[in-house]
């Protein structure tokens, strides 16, 4: 094995919060924390990058001035061991924008764009961990054989920590608690 091939010491040790807030945006970009270990992702297609854009325009459109919504956003869900999260796409308070790191009390939803090797993650272990975290609604937009994305949303119940199903649309999304949206998701 070469020393080009061979990872950083830092992919194999956990990472606290204290050593993470010091690394530069560049070194954070395609990562994500999980229990204090590194995770990198490959990076995405332009399919779903085009996606999430469009989602997170269309639901900043529609939030108003007390909501935004992003995409490549950090979310730290806890500190020890640290898990911070990048969902495609984020809607969070308005007043939080310049509050580092955002947390799960800052967000209102959080949606992820399953890829091909993203689909464990993003249908059953984030799902876990933004519902634990109280994050209110999740997203999870699967492409169909058809090339019409699906929109699969959930709802947080409180008392469980868990989510329950909502409704499943298709192409257009027409509404979304708690504020009205329209997507049209044929066109990705």
Known sequence: MTAEMMAPAWMHEQITAEEYESWSEEQCAGIEIVDGMVVVSP??????????????????????????ADTDFDVRLQDVPLTNRRPDVIVYRADMIDVTPTRPEHVLL???????????????????????????????????????PLVYTYLLDPATKTYRDGDVFTGVVKAAAPFTVEIDLSQV
């Open 43 to 68: 990076g995405a297609s332009k399919r779903h990058n085009r996606l999430a854009r469009i989602l997170a325009n269309a639901l900043g459109a529609a939030a108003g001035p007390d909501w935004n």
């Open 110 to 148: 959080v949606a992820e764009v399953v890829s091909p090797g993203s689909e464990t993650t993003d249908r059953i272990v984030k799902v876990d961990q933004y519902a634990k975290a109280g994050i209110g609604f999740y997203w999870r937009i699967e492409q169909a054989v058809t090339g019409v």
